[in-house]
């Protein structure tokens, strides 16, 4: 039978590189992942494997001496790698946008907050000025934000940090996007706030249908928000599955040790909190064969030796490791 879900996004062996001195350094090392309409995909991983990087890219933003060496980006379809500049402008805060953690860096302070809502809605919905006024109030709406018709002309500093996350959801959300990139949206905010703009992001998400790459180094935010997790290392995916059979059955043991250095519920009582040792490697000083090898307690000389693939253990859930084992 043919499969019911609509993939929105297909992101085939994407490779992004930095330009040094001593040549070009790779920090996102051609990763392959999928998102259905209405779907979550959480990105996860330690400061620096990447995660940014990764949505950048497929908002074709990485600047210079940074570049995208090879892949292939689909939405609905589409190559965005191959699109002019002029056709990637047009994509952009229309069909695929992109909130980041600081909401504050993202708005302008000079400009009142119905602004950014006003030029999405006039560039990508092709609307009048008259017609975007009851569109701005309906989308301010949508994010909970009382009073909106006096509060669009309100300017960023009259707004608490969650209230200008808010008004970046509604203005991403403004050009109708099949893709939502977050990255790390909420690690600006207090913990309340946090779950609030969580849920307040599954709501609309629920609404519109939109797919959503969240990215985050918080495992209980991707518990709560997402339906599959890619989990990311030096540059690479190296295992993805289903939210309920990552946290049940994590294969890799980068992904257990992510597991075991959360807090809360998700280990037994007692257990002391672990963190992982040392840190994720520098571009420029990546270890031959498995990256994650100088921090794992499994590691033999094959992973020295020989990068380890992504392989299939369980329905739709990947990993990359020498060491797997399967109980029957
Ligand atoms: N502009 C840049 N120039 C050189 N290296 C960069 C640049 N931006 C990011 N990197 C490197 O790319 C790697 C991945 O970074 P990033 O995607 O920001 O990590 P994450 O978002 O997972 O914390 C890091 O090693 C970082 O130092
Ligand atoms: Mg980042």
């Known amino acids: 039978m043919a499969d019911s879900k609509q993939i929105v996004l297909s992101v085939k062996g994407l490779k992004t590189q930095f330009k040094t001195q001593n040549g070009p ?15 979550t995909l959480g990105l996860v991983g330690e400061s ?81 000025a008259s017609e975007t006024r009851p569109e701005i109030v309906r989308l301010m709406q949508q994010v909970a934000i009382t009073d909106s018709e006096k509060r669009m002309n309100n300017y960023p500093h009259q707004f608490s940090g969650g209230m200008r996350q808010r008004i970046l959801i509604a203005t991403a959300l403004a050009g109708n996007p099949r893709l939502l990139i977050a990255d790390e949206p909420t690690t600006a905010l207090d913990v309340t706030v946090q779950a609030q703009i969580l849920a307040l992001m599954r709501k609309v998400q629920r609404d519109t249908g939109t797919a959503l790459l969240l990215i985050t180094h918080n495992l209980g935010v991707v518990a709560e928000n997402c339906n599959d997790v890619a989990v990311m290392y030096a540059g690479n995916i190296v295992e993805s599955a289903p939210v309920g059979q990552l946290f049940e059955k994590p294969l890799h043991p980068y992904t257990q040790g992510l597991l075991k250095a959360m807090p ?21 000083e990546l270890p031959s064969g498995c990256r994650f090898r100088n921090r794992c307690s499994l590691a033999t000389e094959i992973c020295a030796n020989q990068t380890p693939q992504l392989k299939t253990y369980y329905n739709e859930h990947l990993a990359a490791c020498h060491h797997i084992q399967i109980e029957s």
Request: net charge neutral; proline share 8%.
């Open 25 to 39: 350094v790779t920090a996102v090392d051609g990763i392959s992942f999928e998102i259905a309409q209405g779907k």
């Open 48 to 128: 620096g494997c990447g995660k940014s990087v990764t949505g950048l890219s497929l908002m074709r933003l990485i600047q210079h001496p940074g570049f995208i060496s090879q892949g292939e980006v689909y939405l609905d379809g589409e190559d965005l790698l191959k699109l002019s500049d002029k056709q990637m402008r047009d994509r952009r805060g229309g069909k695929i946008a992109m909130i980041f953690q600081d909401p504050m860096t993202s708005l302008d302070p000079l400009y009142p907050v119905k602004d950014p809502l006003q030029e999405t809605l006039k560039l990508h919905r092709q609307m009048s």
């Open 264 to 284: 809360g519920e998700a280990v037994a009582p007692r257990q002391p909190l672990s963190t992982i040792p040392g840190s994720v490697p520098g571009l420029s």
